[in-house]
């Protein structure tokens, strides 16, 4: 038996079979159970975060590439009755500008067993329809907010449009899409003060907040290490502002490492993907908006669904096919390796 690091813990691998499973947990050769289902809508965004895309935003997919909404609904069939998927999340791009989001949040919320549902979002537009995607079907959200500061916000997201994301943030609680979380990937000149701040304008609203370090995930590749904050510095810099104490709740499969705030009775996260990798216990498989399986946000290969679906394949061929994607999946993300390639798809196009 040997070991193979993953960042931390390790995962003992014992001589895998050389094909998957053809039933059961979808699983990888490290024993890894994915359970959570990350689906893409659109690659478009109405933001254009310095850290995710250029000014000018990026060329879009195609329509006639994007997965239909009758596509993606055998997509969440099969994933849901033949490879044990319970969590199902929602993204993009920014997914609020699919028209046809709360039809699919509808045909996910009518699967059985059925799955929890989740959103990640910039919040731009969830004003308008937080009730209608909860009448839907859709569970809870989280929303990307990296400043409470107008300026700085303005600056990172290249638009002036704070109010309407604080807008939509107040209508998700309303609609009573909760726990509302708040998703903040941090400047490195201005986010220890951003995360202070962030985690004041939180607790007073009853949101949850989660920092998240910066990926190399950039669609211009500039990310570097050096000019990014570290989970441990935002650690520290909160620490100097709150009393903070570990949650003792085990974490499992969750990306974030909680701390709770004396006194409170609330939490914050830190997700670590850098410096603290925790790929021993990914559960996740991701459809890209243009229906290719991607077993890792870093994998250099993809799975063509659509093309399965759109040729005539039955969904014996299409559960196969996705079985064996997640079975190659890799020991872990490899981005402090000193040979890591940064995928050619950026965030906006892979999905978060």
């Known amino acids: 038996m040997t070991v193979t690091a993953l960042g931390l813990p390790a995962v003992r691998r014992p001589s895998p079979p050389s094909a998957p499973p053809a039933s059961g947990p979808l699983v990888d050769t490290f024993g890894r159970v994915h359970t959570d289902l990350r689906i893409s809508l659109t ?8 850290y995710c895309m250029p000014a000018e935003g990026l060329d879009w997919l195609p329509g006639e590439h994007l997965l239909r909404p009758d596509e993606l609904a055998r997509l969440l069939h099969i994933a849901v009755t033949r490879l044990g998927i319970t969590n199902v999340r929602f993204t993009g791009g920014e997914p609020l500008v699919a028209r046809h989001l ?31 995607l909860k009448d839907a079907g859709l569970d809870r959200v989280n929303v990307s907010l990296d400043t409470v500061d107008p300026v700085r916000f303005a600056r990172i997201t290249r638009r002036d449009r704070l109010a309407d994301v604080l807008a939509g943030l107040e209508a998700a609680r309303a609609a009573g899409l909760t726990p509302v979380k708040v998703n903040a990937v941090l400047d490195a000149e201005t986010g220890l003060d951003d995360a202070v701040q962030l985690l004041r304008f939180c607790l007073d609203r009853g949101y949850q907040l989660r920092i998240i370090e910066q990926m190399p995930l950039d669609a211009g590749h500039q990310w570097r290490r050096d000019q990014t904050l570290s989970a441990d510095e ?21 990306p974030a490492q909680l701390w709770r705030i004396d006194g409170t009775g609330a939490t914050v996260g830190i997700i670590a993907t850098v410096s603290h990798a925790f790929c021993s216990a990914c559960d996740r498989t991701r459809l890209t908006a243009d229906g290719q399986v991607r077993n890792c946000l870093f994998a250099q290969q993809e799975t063509d669904l659509r093309g399965l679906l759109r040729s005539g394949a039955d969904d014996d061929a299409v559960e196969a096919a996705w079985r064996a994607a997640m079975w190659a999946k890799a020991a872990g993300h490899g981005i402090n390796d000193p040979d890591f390639v940064q995928p050619a798809r950026p965030m906006s196009a892979i999905g978060g």
């Open 102 to 132: 709360e039809e699919v949040v509808a045909a996910a919320a009518a699967e059985r067993p059925r799955p929890e549902i989740a959103l990640t979002t910039n919040g731009i537009g969830l004003a308008k329809r937080a009730r209608r």
């Open 43 to 50: 690659d478009r965004c109405n933001l254009r975060c310095t």
């Open 234 to 254: 935002v650690l520290a810099a909160l620490q100097r502002e709150f009393r903070l104490s570990p949650d003792p709740t085990p974490r499992g499969s969750a």
